[in-house]
């Protein structure tokens, strides 16, 4: 526990969701991960590592990924309101989340493809990569039937919700200064292995978190 506490980055790998959510919901890591936040840090994730993050947890099912609200749907909410999927676009799940914010309409659903990410900071985003990122919002139509958007790499995202609100074992946190990376699967790593960091989204998170130096970011 006292690397984690000194620790300025923290990176989750991919695998299975409620893996991640067995292993450290309400626990004391769980509490020292937030603090890494609460002092300027930065927390990110691939694959499944991505989805842990939100507050509702996408495909946290114990006997398939394909359940796409399962028997785990507590996420560690680093994102507040906020539920995360990936490989969106590659695996045809981009109509996913409709059915999880039509269920939870106060959430904001995030949708990353393949070699994408996004930077949050604050209650603003920045995609960054080689593809998209999906936003769903009950609140925001497309015209008559449009569920969903896409955003770009260089495009911002608002509205996300930080974490500013206590919940039961989970400290509060000032939303400011703080980053954070959910990621999806990086440029140039193997179809079958997740979790390898792309040197250049490591200095972007730099730049939102400067209390951040590469060398102290575990990787997988």
Known sequence: MAPLRHARGVWFVG????????????????????????????????????????????????????????DHQVGMGFLKHVAIDQHVLRRNRQFDLIGVVEAHPELLGIGLDENTAIIVHGDTAEVMGQSYALIYDDHTMLG????????????????????????????????????????DRIAGVHPGVDGVLDPEMLRRAHQVAPGLHPASCPLS
Not at 25 to 49: D, K, P, Q, Y
């Open 144 to 183: 008559p039937t449009g569920r969903f958007y896409f955003r770009q790499p260089g495009h911002r995202v608002d509205d996300f919700h930080p974490v500013a609100e206590s919940e039961v074992g989970r400290p509060q946190c000032p939303p400011l200064p703080r980053g954070e990376l959910a990621i």
């Open 15 to 70: 695998g299975r969701q409620w893996h991640l959510a067995d292993s450290y919901l309400h626990t004391l890591t769980e509490r020292e991960i937030f603090n890494v936040l609460a002092r300027g840090g930065v927390v990110g994730g691939s694959s499944a590592g991505a989805s842990i993050q939100g507050s509702f947890l996408m495909r946290g099912d114990t006997k398939s990924n394909t359940v796409v609200m399962g």
